[in-house]
T-cell receptor, first 114, second 114 residues
């Protein structure tokens, strides 16, 4: 069975600080990897995705993530966070054979202090 | 192209009533997925449907919950005799195909059972 582990439940940063959110997964086959953001009271928005190719993927709003296959990791990074990045971030893993059956991590709440 | 549409956005039901949640997938998408997000948790897969067929319902509670995706009209997630523990956000996602594709999420329906 798939599982996704997000190491940090709650992260608090000051504006301009660098961000790295950890995500590790467990799955025996080929996977697609996603990071989503959920602003308070809103729906999920896709930040970035990895299907294949360059393991360093760039997403919207200055976010990027690196897929390290040997470590089963897909960590999210941003060099300089803004107050508007305050939100909940979810890592998700989907088997290559089923586009929508994703396993989500429990999420990381990011609070950016102005 | 409108996104995945879910309605209602908010639904309040008394214990023992029925809840019906609707999801209209994106145009051209024939694969629909339902997820539930309990407070302080990530999204959990419930069911995967194609037109008129349930493909995978491994995440659905065995009782009171059912889902359909008729040939015409939206997908419906139905919860009979709701209980307080059913209070959650229910998200629908759709994709154009099953393989190597991305699922797009709706804004969710927040169900509150009083």
């Amino acid at each position: 069975a798939q599982s996704v582990s997000q190491h940090n439940h709650h992260v608090i940063l000051s504006e301009a600080a660098s961000l790295e959110l950890g995500c590790n997964y467990s799955y025996g086959g080929t996977v697609n990897l996603f990071w989503y953001v959920q602003y308070p009271g809103q729906h999920l928005q896709l930040l970035l995705k990895y299907f294949s190719g360059d393991p360093l993927v760039k997403g919207i709003k200055g976010f990027e993530a690196e897929f390290i296959k040997s470590k089963f990791s897909f960590n999210l990074r941003k060099p300089s966070v803004q107050w508007s990045d305050t939100a909940e971030y979810f890592c998700a893993v989907t088997p290559n054979t089923n586009a929508g059956k994703s396993t989500f991590g429990d999420g990381t709440t990011l609070t950016v202090k102005p | 192209n409108a996104g995945v549409m879910q309605n209602p956005r908010h639904l309040v039901r008394r214990r023992g009533q029925e809840a019906r949640l609707r999801c209209s997938p994106m145009k051209g998408h024939s694969h629909v997925y339902w997820y539930r997000q309990l407070p302080e948790e990530g999204l959990k897969f419930m069911v995967y449907l194609q037109k008129e067929n349930i493909i995978d319902e491994s995440g659905m509670p065995k009782e009171r919950f059912s889902a359909e995706f008729p040939k015409e009209g939206p997908s419906i997630l139905r919860i009979q005799q709701v209980v307080r523990g059913d209070s959650a956000a229910y998200f629908c996602a759709s994709s154009p195909e099953r393989w190597r594709a991305e699922a797009f999420f709706g804004q969710g329906t927040r169900l509150t059972v009083v």
